[in-house]
């Protein structure tokens, strides 16, 4: 049965994955390959048809940080304008492991308080709220007035992981699937204004990202053991997001798809997107100018200061 607000934007969008889906099932299950295969031409005609930037067209450092700082400065005119006006913002982050949610998310929030951009990335749930309702746990992170709140994963993970990998029943999945766009009306309706992202990243882009997790020091703690388990279930997820959009792509909750092959493009777009359906004006605020310093009246005391070395 048909959802009550859903569109025809739910088939159009299941139809823009059927040629990037199609190219997974040539990937190489082994993510300790280190030759992964970056696409045939065919592959290549693939991604220029739907739009996707080529593997040859990813954007220079120089030029993204040039446009991410002009848009930083816009996050903080709309950072002002929510505390002005008290608007509630919730912004849900989905997508498979390494399509670029942390990064994405990152550059959102560098040069904004975060006292009013939260970003809430829960743990595995307890014992405890496992016996909950679902959406119990999500509740108490919702924002208040003058807040935006970022969920990294949020309730669709029973639509997603929990659901390919076992953790809930199907019964409770589907049950899920018919009862969240109930839930986001209402949330809709309470005033928070709910905007739900979903990155989208191919196998071979996937595979690259995952590898270079195992290899970089810095990025080590980023693959964990449940990533592993569910790389070589790219079918099982991708039915799962199928399924996902057709049952909760609604009028008042829309899903919103950002190709991600490209790191750097897709945060800007993102970002490019977000402030585009906050409508903002600059707040008025007084001029500041650093008032006159008395200083040079003191005499620096003989403390004998514990310095941090500098080795560099």
């Known amino acids: 049965m048909a959802r009550p607000g859903s569109s025809s934007r739910s088939s159009t969008t299941l139809d823009r994955f059927r040629g990037d889906d199609m190219k ?5 299950k082994k993510i300790t390959d280190k030759k992964v295969d970056k696409g045939t031409a065919a592959a290549k005609s693939d991604r220029k048809k739907t739009g996707s930037p080529s593997a040859d067209a990813k954007m220079s450092g120089k030029d993204y940080e040039r446009e991410l700082k ?38 959102i929030t560098e ?38 709140v970022i969920f990294d994963r949020s309730w669709y993970n029973r639509a997603g992981v929990e659901r ?28 928070i204004i709910l905007l739900k992202y979903w ?9 690259r990202r995952l590898n270079a997790r195992i290899d970089d020091g810095r990025k080590v703690w980023k693959l964990s ?7 070589d279930r790219w079918d099982d997820y991708t039915k799962a997001r199928d399924e996902m959009f ?30 585009k359906q906050v409508p903002y004006k ?16 003191e005499k620096a005391s003989d403390i004998q200061f514990k310095y941090v070395p500098e080795p560099f």
């Open 24 to 28: 997974a099932k040539n990937t190489d």
């Open 70 to 107: 002009k848009l930083h400065v816009e996050l903080v005119k709309l950072q002002q304008w929510i505390v002005h006006k008290g608007l509630k913002v919730c912004i849900v982050f989905e997508g498979r492991d390494g399509a670029g949610k942390g990064g994405t998310i990152k550059a």
């Open 111 to 148: 040069r904004v308080s975060p006292r009013v951009f939260r970003v809430v990335a829960l743990a595995a749930p307890t014992e405890r709220e496992k016996s909950q309702m679902y959406a119990q746990r999500y509740l108490p992170h919702m924002p208040a007035a003058g807040e935006v």
């Open 164 to 191: 390919v990998m076992g953790f809930c029943s199907e019964k409770d999945a589907r049950n899920f699937l018919e009862v969240v766009p109930l839930f986001e009306s209402w949330m809709v309706r309470s005033g």
């Open 199 to 207: 990155l989208e990243v191919s196998a071979e882009e996937q595979t």
């Open 225 to 231: 053991p449940m990533d592993v388990k569910s790389y």
């Open 246 to 275: 057709a049952a909760t792509d609604s009028s008042w909750a829309p899903w919103f798809v950002a190709r991600s092959e490209d790191k750097k493009r897709v945060r800007l777009n993102v970002i490019s997107h977000l402030l």
């Open 282 to 297: 600059p707040v008025p605020g007084p001029t500041i100018r650093l008032p006159k310093r008395k200083i040079g009246r």
